[in-house]
C-alpha cells in the first residue's frame, strides 16, 4: 500500500506497460539514439501533459506565507507582485487554488464583514479570480482590502491596493519535475490507477514517432473508454478505459453536501 499522495514508482516502472501497449514492438526500447525516441520520454512527456491539466494529491502543497501591503510589491508597487514570492524556492505552479488572505477583527470590520465575539483573531478568506482587464478599476483603488486578483505574466495583481499590511498563502500544484540526467529514476507523481493512463498516453506519443498511424488512432480511442459512461458521469473528455477516472478530491466529498453561490462576471 502506498502512504496517501506520495509517489511509488519510477518513469522505469512504468516502459513494460507502454511497450506492452505498443505490442513489444522493437523499436520501443531505451537504447534509441535519439533520447526523443525513447519510452521514458514518452512517459514524461504524457506526465507533463496530464499533471498540468488535471489535479493530483501528489503535486499540491502550499506556498510560504507572504506579507503584502504599501510599497512591498515587485519595484516597489502596491499591488503587483511576483508569483515566485508565493510559492518555494525551484517550484512552478501548474494549477492554483485561490490565493487566501487573512485579516484581524478590526481589518475584517474595516472591509464591512460581520464580525461576532471575535476579538483579537485571524480569519482567512479565500480571494476571487478577475481577468486583467476586469481588476484595472481596482488596482488604482488605495488603502482597501485586496479580495480581488490576477496572475499577468510573472506577477499576481491585487485590487484593491493594500492599505496596511496583510499576510497572504497560497495553495497550489507544482510542475511534474523529472531527473534529467536519469529519466528513468525519475519518480511519478500520479496516484496508482492513473498509471496505465499514462502508459497509455507514452504508447500513443510511441505510436507516432514510429509512424504507426493505426495503433495511435486504437490507442487513442482506448484512452478514453466508453463515451457514453463519460456522459452519464458528467467527466465527458477525461480519460478512463473503461469509465472516467475519479480525482481524490471527488472522492472526499462524494457523501458531502455541496454549498454553491451563483454570480456573474462582467467579463
Known sequence: MNNPGSPTVTIADLIPK??????????????????????????????????ANYPFEELRTTGP??????????Q????????????NPADDVTLMEDPVIFLN??????????????????????MDYLTPKAIQPLLFIQGG???????????????????????VYLPYQIRHQFVDTDLKSSPVFVPPDW???VAYAAAERGAIAN???????????????????QMKDGQLARPGLIAARVFQMERDRRLSTVQMTPFASRY
Do not use: C
Open 18 to 51: 507502454v511497450q506492452a501497449a505498443l505490442q513489444n514492438n522493437p523499436n520501443a526500447n531505451e537504447k534509441q539514439l535519439n533520447p526523443e525516441m525513447r519510452p521514458s520520454a514518452w512517459l514524461r512527456d504524457s506526465l507533463r501533459e496530464i499533471t
Open 65 to 74: 506565507l507572504v506579507t503584502i501591503g504599501p510599497g512591498l510589491g515587485y
Open 76 to 87: 516597489g508597487s502596491n499591488y503587483a507582485y511576483l508569483v515566485s514570492f508565493f510559492i
Open 105 to 126: 477583527s478590526n481589518q475584517a470590520q474595516a472591509a464591512g464583514i460581520s464580525v461576532f465575539n471575535v476579538t483579537g483573531s485571524t480569519v482567512g478568506y479565500s
Open 145 to 167: 482590502v485586496p479580495f480581488k486578483y490576477t496572475r499577468y505574466g510573472t506577477q499576481f495583481w491585487f485590487g484593491s491596493q493594500p492599505g496596511t499590511n496583510f499576510n
Open 195 to 197: 498509471f496505465d493512463i
Open 211 to 229: 509512424r504507426w498511424n493505426e495503433q495511435a488512432n486504437f490507442i487513442h480511442s482506448t484512452l478514453y473508454g466508453d463515451p457514453a459512461s
